[in-house]
């Protein structure tokens, strides 16, 4: 993920680094580990400290690609899409069109996308995968269990998907980066589910790669946010809740961890110092996003919401026929490079959650992503973009989404979570 930024205080670098082993080059493919590429997040924090630099090697590669250029939209990126021949249409959204968010944005506009540009990698430790567009120097990162920390394991991939009622599946897929495979650095992406007969409650976390337990950030993040969410749903509906006090309650919950942090460092007879959010940040930060849908329609309505607590995840919808409409983006879609920066990662933010609101029509599907896939979908147009569209309109198994989401680009090296709902009826 990203670089939180933060007021001009400075950063009292009072906690130690996790305990760091260098990692030996890695040979040996895994068959479930998906690599690819826009470049990983770390936290902006003023008067912090350089970041490690990374590893020769990943030096070396990424002499070949510059990973923070995204390709322009639609077709003007070097080396990646020069097939102009069927460019992306804009749709304006009808009178009619089912996603009507429920605050006063600008009229939703839809990009077609163009026809996929795929082919099946041939040979090597990826052969068998779908290179979308170019692949750069992707093909050379090999796959590793091996990792930068001391006894941390996070399992490469994970992946869920099921029918929830007649008219409603999910599926959520978190898979790590090829610049984490490079690095040592475990997965940082994480996400947790939770549903009761009402609602079902899929949080998204985005831990901020300079922290070196923030894949610990992200999975409390998410834990938590999705524990609450469905707590305060018991007793009211989406629009009713106290969503800064979802926000508090996974703030806290990241500043607990920080804490405890601390206190292994001094020793059980010592009290540690009392450490500030950013301090913390240093250590572990996270972004965290929920999407929230009804387990069936109701009177003929399936209105979903996104609960943005911190950080860039990009929402989208997916209509079949009018293509991709980009409904929340925590980036400058306009930009030509990603900014991998975010403002407000837990614990620092997550006071002010941003609550929206869209009902969903039959055929559809909502799609919350970390910035993993986002950066590389764009507005839609992209290679990526162009390859999800056809591979994301119908409901997934387990096994069709780990594949689908395991593509080869040029420009996909971060970790990658994305939570999807399907309106089947």
């Given at each position: ?32 580990s998906p690599e690819q590429a826009p470049q990983p997040r770390s936290p902006v924090l003023p008067d912090a400290s350089p970041s490690t630099p990374p590893f020769d090697a990943f030096a070396e ?226 972004t965290c996003d929920l999407l929230i849908a009804p387990t069936a329609r109701k009177d003929g309505s399936l209105r979903v919401w996104r609960v943005r607590i911190s950080g860039d995840g990009s ?111």
């Amino acid at each position: 993920m990203e670089k939180p930024t933060t007021p001009d205080d400075p950063i009292v670098d009072s906690e130690p680094p996790a305990q760091e082993r260098t990692p030996a080059p890695v040979q040996e493919p895994q068959t479930t580990s998906p690599e690819q590429a826009p470049q990983p997040r770390s936290p902006v924090l003023p008067d912090a400290s350089p970041s490690t630099p990374p590893f020769d090697a990943f030096a070396e590669i990424q002499e070949l690609f510059n990973p923070a250029e995204v390709d322009a939209e639609p077709s003007a990126h070097a080396g990646v899409e020069t097939d102009a021949a069927e460019p992306p249409q804009l749709v304006a959204d009808d009178s009619e069109a089912a996603l009507l968010p429920t605050d006063q944005r600008e009229e939703l506009r839809w990009t077609r996308p163009a026809a996929p540009d795929d082919v099946s990698v041939q040979e090597g430790v990826y052969r068998g995968r779908t290179q979308v567009g170019e692949a750069g120097a992707m093909l050379r990162i090999l796959p590793s269990v091996r990792s930068k920390l001391a006894g941390a394991f996070v399992p490469d991939s994970i992946v869920d998907s099921g029918i929830v009622s007649d008219s409603v599946s999910i599926g959520v897929i978190s898979i790590k980066g090829a610049s984490h495979h490079l690095s040592g650095i475990p997965r940082q992406d994480a996400y947790a589910i939770g549903s009761d007969d009402s609602w079902v409650v899929i949080g998204i976390a985005d831990g901020v790669s300079e922290g070196k337990l923030s894949h610990v950030a992200a999975t409390e993040a998410a834990r938590v946010a999705v524990t609450e969410s469905i707590r305060a749903l018991t007793a009211s509906d989406p629009a009713d809740v106290s969503w800064p006090e979802v926000g508090r309650k996974a703030r806290e919950a990241i500043r607990a961890l920080g804490k405890r942090r601390a206190q292994q460092q001094v020793g059980p007879t010592d009290t540690a110092p009392e450490i500030s959010d950013r301090t913390i940040a240093r250590i572990m930060s996270t972004t965290c996003d929920l999407l929230i849908a009804p387990t069936a329609r109701k009177d003929g309505s399936l209105r979903v919401w996104r609960v943005r607590i911190s950080g860039d995840g990009s929402l989208y919808v997916l209509d079949p026929t009018q293509g991709w409409g980009l409904l929340g983006n925590g980036k400058d879609a306009a930009s030509s490079t990603v900014d991998n920066s975010v403002g407000d990662p837990l614990p620092i933010g997550g006071e002010h959650p941003d609550i929206e609101s869209w009902e969903l029509r039959p055929g559809q599907a909502i799609i919350l992503c970390t910035d993993g896939f986002g950066d590389v979908i764009g507005e839609g147009a992209l290679p990526v973009g162009r390859y999800l569209f056809d591979a994301w309109q119908q409901p997934l198994d387990t096994t069709q989404l780990l594949f689908t989401s395991s593509f080869v680009n040029t420009n996909a090296d971060d970790d990658r979570t994305a939570a999807i709902v399907w309106a089947t009826a």
